[in-house]
Antibody
Framework: EVQLVESGGGLVKPGGSLRLSCAAS????????MNWVRQAPGKGLEWVSS????????YYADSVKGRFTISRDNAKNSLYLQMDSLRAEDTAVYYC???????????????WGKGTTVTVSS | EIVLTQSPGTLSLSPGERATLSCRAS???????LAWYQQKPGQAPRLLIY???SRATGIPDRFSGSESGTDFTLTISRLEPEDFAVYYC?????????FGQGTKLEIK
């Protein structure tokens, strides 16, 4: 079964750090790009960051650029999001999502994890 | 950055009726790289439509997508009780991979 499982969420004070993980199973992780997407309480979806299959291409939303770092370990079938200098507005459910790439062209997010909750509060 | 504007914000319909959801892009979306997702309360989003009009695996044929220039439409031909949810459009043609603000489809 194709599956993504996020972990690492929790309560952190403003200015603090947190590292999210996403464990992939049931597919060839190294063949896919991956995304992080977040959803603040009662709000819509916000794309956060993307990483290509070999980590050659990395992109960030302006709202997190310079504070968040996406990475992956294909040997461990894992995706990560290092979040530093956290702010109250980073409070959200964070989802990892799979992105197929066909012929060098990115596709939509076709598999999603259930999400992990990050709360930034003093 | 491509801004996606969805309308209406909320759509109230009854089971069996036809639903038409709109997503307007602020500029051309590269190669029709526009997707639609469905999200139910407490659940992760689910991919419905990609490439503006192709159904994802396992999606019933009552869901269809279309495009006209920078206007994209998701149509649900006959609403089933399980279709009442929030729907998001998203462009994946280039970073930042923006989402629309969502349309809530509620039971009338």
């Amino acid at each position: 079964e194709v599956q993504l499982v996020e972990s690492g969420g929790g309560l952190v004070k403003p200015g603090g750090s947190l590292r999210l993980s996403c464990a992939a199973s049931g597919f060839t992780f190294s063949s896919y790009s991956m995304n992080w997407v977040r959803q603040a309480p009662g709000k819509g979806l916000e794309w956060v960051s993307s990483i290509s299959s070999c980590s050659s291409y990395i992109y960030y939303a302006d709202s997190v650029k310079g504070r968040f770092t996406i990475s992956r370990d294909n040997a461990k079938n894992s995706l990560y999001l290092q979040m530093d200098s956290l702010r109250a507005e980073d409070t959200a459910v964070y989802y990892c999502a799979r992105v197929p790439v066909v012929g060098g062209t990115r596709g939509p997010m076709d598999v999603w994890g259930k999400g992990t909750t990050v709360t930034v509060s003093s | 950055e491509i801004v996606l504007t969805q309308s209406p914000g909320t759509l109230s319909l009854s089971p069996g009726e036809r639903a038409t959801l709109s997503c307007r892009a602020s500029q051309s979306v590269s190669s029709s790289y526009l997707a639609w997702y469905q999200q139910k309360p407490g659940q992760a989003p689910r991919l419905l439509i990609y490439g503006a009009s192709s159904r994802a695996t396992g999606i019933p044929d009552r869901f269809s997508g279309s495009e006209s220039g920078t206007d994209f439409t998701l149509t649900i031909s006959r609403l089933e009780p399980e279709d009442f949810a929030v729907y998001y459009c998203q462009q994946y043609g280039g970073s930042p991979y923006t989402f629309g603000q969502g349309t809530k489809l509620e039971i009338k």
